[in-house]
């Protein structure tokens, strides 16, 4: 696989750097077993909202994917 190459293909680049590689990070709040998703950008450091939804990654790639309020 090309190291430029998105592994995670359904993701939108970085809106700020532009970086094209992106992954999915979990969070579990204090005193929970209940996991949450992020997407961040491996370059920049950049990250997008917590996933609404327990569980899901799904929901995370669409906050990430959404530019602009849409």
Do not use: T
């Amino acid at each position: 696989m090309d190291a430029m190459q998105n592994r995670n293909a359904e993701l939108k680049k970085c809106p700020f750097c532009g970086n094209a590689i992106v992954e999915y990070g979990a969070y579990i709040p204090a005193g929970s077993n209940v996991q949450y998703f992020m997407c961040y950008c491996v370059l920049c450091g950049a990250h997008g909202p917590q996933s609404i939804k327990k569980n899901s990654k799904e929901d995370a790639a669409r906050l990430w994917n959404r530019r602009g309020g849409h």
